[in-house]
T-cell receptor
């Protein structure tokens, strides 16, 4: 079945640094990928919709200059957390749907970000 | 604005019992509803996808029903096993290829 690979699975960084998270669709092309954030024991909250070849669409309250999204190809989207702060510590998950199909969304295994 | 609620938030049952997980949504104009499983610290695994025109979907011991008009879906897991312990999330989509709105999840513990 369709597989979405997310890397890294876990990252620890210092305040003020930037962290890049990659999301790849391994066996299908995805014109749209979604980035979610999940705090402990809470559900997933959509941060932004990543569109191949165009600017991402951010949800209300999500700072686009802080969470930079690049969807340079049909199989890769990246989320960069810039100037990270401890409150950015969270679980970030990407998802993608096979282009042109009615298949369900496939999710990556998530990235646990800890900012010290 | 669509809101998705899952009740109960947590559930503990002995092995072998059937599980019933509930999901409700406020806006019945959905395109589809999806049930996911999430293990601790992991991503989501899609379990069942129900299109708005469907009433139910089945996969092995799992059965999900959808009553769009009343804004409800139920996930049934028959003959629960300890390996079924996880958080189960339901999510609805307003249109094809559109973003999902998630419920808060139900944390399930199946005791051996």
């Amino acid at each position: 079945g369709a597989v979405v690979s997310q890397h890294p699975s876990r990252v620890i960084c210092k305040s003020g640094t930037s962290v890049k998270i990659e999301c790849r669709s391994l066996d299908f092309q995805a014109t749209t990928m979604f980035w979610y954030r999940q705090f402990p024991k809470q559900s997933l909250m959509l941060m932004a919709t990543s569109n191949e070849g165009s600017k991402a669409t951010y949800e209300q309250g999500v700072e686009k200059d802080k969470f930079l999204i690049n969807h340079a190809s049909l199989t890769l989207s990246t989320l960069t957390v810039t100037s990270a702060h401890p409150e950015d510590s969270s679980f970030y998950i990407c998802s993608a749907r096979d282009r042109g199909s009615f298949s369900p969304l496939h999710f990556g295994n998530g990235t646990r970000l800890t900012v010290t | 604005k669509q809101e998705v609620t899952q009740i109960p938030a947590a559930l503990s049952v002995p092995e072998g019992e059937n599980l019933v997980l509930n999901c409700s949504f406020t806006d019945s104009a959905i395109y589809n509803l999806q049930w996911f499983r999430q293990d601790p610290g992991k991503g989501l695994t899609s379990l069942l996808l129900i299109q708005s025109s469907q009433r139910e979907q089945t996969s092995g011991r799992l059965n999900a029903s959808l009553d769009k008009s009343s804004g409800r879906s139920t996930l049934y897991i028959a003959a629960s096993q300890p390996g079924d312990s996880a958080t189960y999330l339901c999510a609805v989509s307003k249109a094809a290829g559109n973003k999902l709105t998630f419920g808060g999840g139900t944390r399930v513990l199946v005791k051996p």
